[in-house]
């Protein structure tokens, strides 16, 4: 299981899966390493380091989770667990789980140190797999969906257009998202906790085949459920910029650029406005284009302001 992270805020991004841990299983194990607070391995103090992996067993000798916590484990035939915290030059960028089923050898310390090892070219290929095209926000043609989360995690109201939006993260099958009750995606669910833990609205911007787009939670006002409101609609502009900056690698100065340029700032404005000449704006300008895989100002505009 690959999980991404927004590089700037850190909540869910997007998820690959192949086999793992059930969505049920995957969120009462995520629920327990936050409420139960013992798990050695959590991902936030593998992100700090200085070891990004650690191994958790279920019946086998060493680190453990706790007993609740490794009977979910056993009831998915789990007997071994690999975490990998994805981090490259001081950036989160994700997460990489590896199972092995119960009466398997369960994984070696030379094994974690490989996997660690691999970790670089694990982000890297996340990378290229956000940065394959230039970036542009969504072009789907709906209105911006809401959802309202209640306090037992599910769906309790949405508009119409709620399901196209998700439909878009592609993370739940055709059926489900047809469903009289529509299930919980997995990185809105994400989204709903890091909002509960912190009683502060949380934000994320993913990458889909049509361009970015914004999930955004905040807790509802007034409300004794503890409900939680999410919307979804094109990332934009300087939404989407921070996030973009990261992941294709503009440096500091070529996202100040970038953000005069989304601005409709002249170039001799922005040589003003950062202290430079417009020689050197102009070279920020080709290395922004070629980084962004677009041809011009126009382009780059019209990408990301739709």
Known sequence: MLAAVDPVTGAGCFLARQHGYSPAAARRLTLGDHLDGDHPFA????????????????DAPGPRRNAAMRAVMAGQGVGSELRV?????????????????QGARPFSAAEAAGAQRLGRGVVAAMRRYV???????????QPPGVLIVGADETVVAATPSAREWIG?????????????????????????????????????????????????????????????????????????????????????????????ILEGQATKQIARRLRMSPHTVNDHFKSIYRKLGVSAREELIARLLG
């Open 168 to 260: 878009e993260l592609e993370t739940l099958p055709v059926p489900a998202l047809a469903a009289p009750h529509m299930p919980m995606e997995s990185t809105i669910w994400s989204l709903t906790q890091a909002v509960r833990r912190s009683d502060t609205p949380a934000l994320t911007r993913i990458p889909t085949r049509r361009g970015w787009v914004l999930l955004r939670a905040q807790p509802m006002t007034g409300e004794e459920n503890s409900a939680v409101a999410v919307t979804i609609q094109p990332a934009t502009g300087t939404e989407l910029l921070p996030a973009m900056a990261l992941w294709y690698g503009l440096t500091p100065k070529e996202r100040a650029v970038t953000n005069r």
């Open 43 to 58: 991902f936030e103090q593998l992100v700090e380091g200085p070891g990004r992996v650690g191994v958790l067993n279920t």
């Open 131 to 141: 940065t394959g095209a230039p970036p542009e926000s969504s072009r789907l043609d």
């Open 85 to 101: 915290a994805l981090v490259e030059a001081g950036i989160a960028w994700g997460g990489l789980v590896l199972l092995r089923p």
